[in-house]
């Protein structure tokens, strides 16, 4: 049994520029390569979204319900980072 599956993909020109140019600097061996290595990094981009809603977002949620007190109002964060990027301009 075969470990790999051809596709046919449509990009649009800019994309497939790209992809050729990328091929024709010798940075890849192959459009596929490119294609390949674009899939890898959109999975460790999805892998490293995942572990942080698990693993800081749903806490800090979690924290936040359990304890309203916790919690900023929109108004005071807003003052807070106005006030801040103001000392440091």
């Known amino acids: 049994m075969r470990s790999t599956q051809q596709f046919s993909i449509t990009l649009p020109n800019e994309m497939a520029k790209l992809v050729r140019s990328k091929v024709i600097s010798g940075e890849y061996a192959s459009e596929s ?13 999805d892998k490293a979204i995942e572990a942080w809603l698990k693993n800081e977002v749903a806490p800090a949620y979690d924290a936040i319900q359990a304890d309203p007190k916790r919690g900023l109002a929109a108004g005071d964060v807003r003052a807070a980072l106005a006030a801040e990027h103001k000392r440091t301009r």
Do not use: K, S
């Open 33 to 45: 390569e490119v294609i390949r290595d674009g899939l890898r990094t959109l999975l460790a981009r």
